[in-house]
């Protein structure tokens, strides 16, 4: 009898033992296990057109699960994609390209250099593609100053010295090849010149705008040249609260956002229309009309460039003005 149950216990046991249990944490081959290049870097498509939809992947198989990056550069614009993962594999699924950027400028028609790292590991696979077109990006785009100065806009700008509010065509631009300049030097005024967009412009008194200021981002690209550290870029948005057609500094709302182009290059400025506030002379202040924010009466934007009267010559960069519905815009 005790050895009949000596022998149960021994079975129980066994079987206790015997149950599946998955194993957390990393596989020793990924801890231990020397790295090579199953399946080399390869392109689904190396001659992509984002305006068309199209999507490129990158693919390659490795012997274990490691960091990696995949780092795009556009060979004209000087734009940069990146995208990271940790697995044994790049596939449609982790290192998928739509066309957008992680450093602006924005990607155009180019060639582009493709590089693949490892973070813990020497090895570099390199490759290129083609780009037929850059991303076409969904919005109520203003301008991009790719047809000039738009027809329609007006300006005002002081009379001082090596003003510069113009349209220049190079490579230093945003998205395309055109942007628009702003500088000078106006030593007895903080604004050295302006820009105005009227709704009228875009076919209705009031830009189309979706009603919820949650849902509506003003999008925009600025430039601070390295030498310019003085440089504002005003904002506002003027609306015609009781839309009449006509815009009332005394009774109607005008939000607004001031910049200060700090980096060095290109930024985006993504704001939320619900974000806007009131302003008088930076600060804020207490709204002028009916203090809602409404989207869709907002019937003109006004673009002000600003330095400190005693601050010297100043400069800057505008490009691809759109707003954009449900979320910033990812260019």
Same mark, same amino acid.
Not at 51 to 61: I, Q, W, Y
């Given at each position: 009898?005790?050895?009949?149950?000596?022998?149960?216990?021994?079975?129980?046991?066994?079987?206790?033992?015997?149950?599946?249990?998955?194993?957390?944490?990393?596989?020793?081959?990924?801890?231990?296990?020397?790295?090579?290049?199953?399946?080399?870097?390869?392109?689904?498509?190396?001659?992509?057109?984002?305006?068309?939809?199209?999507?490129?992947?990158?693919?390659?198989?490795?012997?274990?699960?490691?960091?990696?990056?995949?780092?795009?550069?556009?060979?004209?614009?000087?734009?940069?994609?990146?995208?990271?993962?940790?697995?044994?594999?790049?596939?449609?699924?982790?290192?998928?390209?739509?066309?957008?950027?992680?450093?602006?400028?924005?990607?155009?028609?180019?060639?582009?250099?493709?590089?693949?790292?490892?973070?813990?590991?020497?090895?570099?696979?390199?490759?290129?593609?083609?780009?037929?077109?850059?991303?076409?990006?969904?919005?109520?785009?203003?301008?991009?100053?790719?047809?000039?100065?738009?027809?329609?806009?007006?300006?005002?700008?002081?009379?001082?010295?090596?003003?510069?509010?113009?349209?220049?065509?190079?490579?230093?631009?945003?998205?395309?090849?055109?942007?628009?300049?702003?500088?000078?030097?106006? *030593?007895?005024?903080?604004? @050295?010149?302006?820009?105005?967009?009227? &709704?009228? #412009?875009?076919?209705?008194? /009031?830009? !189309?705008? $979706?009603?919820?200021?949650?849902?509506?981002?003003? *999008?925009?690209?600025?430039? @601070?040249?390295?030498?310019?550290?003085? &440089?504002? #870029?005003?904002?506002?948005? /003027?609306? !015609?609260? $009781?839309?009449?057609?006509?815009?009332?500094?005394?009774?109607?709302?005008?939000?607004?956002?001031?910049?200060?182009?700090?980096?060095?290059?290109?930024?985006?400025?993504?704001?939320?229309?619900?974000?806007?506030?009131?302003?008088?002379?930076?600060?804020?202040?207490?709204?002028?009309?009916?203090?809602?924010?409404?989207?869709?009466?907002?019937?003109?934007?006004?673009?002000?460039?600003?330095?400190?009267?005693?601050?010297?010559?100043?400069?800057?960069?505008?490009?691809?003005?759109?707003?954009?519905?449900?979320?910033?815009?990812?260019?």
């Amino acid at each position: 009898m005790i050895k009949k149950i000596f022998f149960v216990a021994l079975f129980g046991i066994a079987v206790g033992c015997s149950v599946d249990e998955e194993f957390e944490g990393p596989s020793l081959n990924d801890l231990y296990g020397s790295f090579m290049i199953i399946t080399p870097l390869d392109i689904t498509d190396r001659n992509v057109d984002f305006a068309e939809g199209e999507l490129t992947s990158f693919t390659a198989v490795f012997s274990k699960q490691v960091d990696w990056k995949v780092r795009i550069k556009g060979l004209s614009s000087g734009a940069v994609k990146e995208m990271t993962g940790f697995s044994n594999s790049l596939n449609s699924d982790n290192a998928q390209w739509n066309g957008t950027t992680t450093f602006l400028p924005m990607f155009r028609a180019e060639e582009c250099a493709v590089e693949l790292t490892f973070l813990s590991e020497p090895d570099t696979l390199r490759d290129t593609l083609s780009l037929s077109s850059g991303r076409v990006n969904e919005g109520l785009l203003l301008s991009d100053f790719e047809s000039g100065f738009p027809s329609g806009w007006t300006t005002f700008v002081q009379s001082g010295a090596n003003m510069s509010f113009v349209v220049q065509t190079n490579n230093n631009a945003a998205q395309g090849t055109r942007y628009y300049d702003m500088g000078g030097t106006v *030593n007895w005024d903080w604004l @050295k010149g302006l820009f105005e967009i009227p &709704a009228t #412009v875009y076919g209705s008194p /009031r830009f !189309d705008l $979706n009603p919820n200021p949650e849902q509506v981002f003003f *999008n925009a690209m600025l430039y @601070k040249p390295a030498a310019i550290d003085n &440089a504002l #870029v005003l904002f506002q948005f /003027r609306e !015609d609260d $009781n839309q009449d057609g006509v815009y009332s500094s005394s009774s109607e709302d005008m939000y607004s956002i001031q910049v200060d182009p700090s980096v060095n290059g290109w930024t985006l400025l993504n704001a939320k229309y619900a974000d806007l506030q009131t302003l008088i002379n930076g600060a804020p202040a207490p709204a002028i009309g009916n203090g809602i924010r409404e989207p869709h009466k907002c019937m003109r934007v006004s673009v002000l460039f600003l330095a400190a009267p005693t601050s010297g010559y100043t400069q800057g960069y505008i490009d691809y003005l759109i707003f954009t519905e449900n979320g910033p815009l990812q260019p």
